[in-house]
């Protein structure tokens, strides 16, 4: 793993690991943590050292920040779970009986798995195959007030990516299409050229 600071040259960070691992990040609190497609532990670096998250053993191969928490999935024996990690701690997963506990959420909707988390509109986007939503992260004990909800039930997307930008999230639809979504309502931005060529 290599990190460019500022612009300066690419110097690498870490030289372990498996050939072929992808690595996904994302940035909270001046650092970047990253997970990994063969879900070793979440790494934490600040683009100079890297080290390992300790104290949980799941992890998935997706992670996303959201604001003092951060969210994962991606989990081989629960595809479609998102985590989330206590309110500003990000060693502890898992559930709690507090606000600020660690929370976990199954995704009741049309796809098999998670395949995309996202930060956006002040809440955090999944995606499935063929669904997508949000969850509103709540305050209350035992995620009583945490609000999950599906936005569309046949437009989901096969990318771990998408782009949030001046309050819009643009992202690849499982039919190819491109995608907007405002935090309201989405819609296709692409056309189909297959019969004017």
């Known amino acids: 793993?290599?990190?460019?600071?500022?612009?300066?040259?690419?110097?690498?960070?870490?030289?372990?690991?498996?050939?072929?691992?992808?690595?996904?990040?994302?940035?909270?609190?001046?650092?970047?943590?990253?997970?990994?497609?063969?879900?070793?532990?979440?790494?934490?670096?600040?683009?100079?050292?890297?080290?390992?998250?300790?104290?949980?053993?799941?992890?998935?191969?997706m992670v996303a920040t959201a604001v003092t928490r951060l969210a994962m999935a991606g989990f081989s024996n629960a595809p479609s779970r998102i985590d989330f990690s206590a309110d500003t701690d990000f060693t502890t997963w898992g559930?709690?009986?507090?606000?600020?506990?660690?929370?976990?959420?199954t995704i009741n909707s049309p796809g098999a798995r998670i395949t995309h988390i996202v930060y956006?509109?002040?809440?955090?986007?999944?995606?499935?195959?063929?669904?997508?939503?949000?969850?509103?992260?709540?305050?209350?004990p035992f995620q009583t007030d945490w609000v999950i909800k599906t936005v569309a039930y046949d437009i989901g997307t096969n990318d771990n990516t998408s782009v949030y930008r001046e309050g819009l999230l643009y992202f690849r639809g499982n039919d190819g299409h491109i995608y907007v979504f405002d935090g309201y309502s989405y819609k296709r931005i692409s056309d189909e050229v297959s019969t004017t060529i």
């Open 120 to 140: 956006a509109f002040n809440r955090l986007m999944w995606f499935k195959e063929t669904s997508f939503g949000y969850i509103l992260i709540g305050n209350q």
């Open 1 to 61: 793993m290599t990190s460019s600071i500022s612009g300066a040259a690419a110097t690498v960070i870490m030289s372990t690991g498996s050939n072929g691992v992808t690595y996904q990040c994302t940035d909270s609190l001046g650092f970047a943590y990253c997970a990994n497609s063969v879900r070793t532990n979440l790494i934490k670096t600040n683009g100079q050292t890297f080290s390992f998250v300790s104290g949980f053993t799941s992890t998935g191969t």
């Open 95 to 105: 559930t709690g009986s507090v606000g600020t506990s660690a929370a976990q959420f």
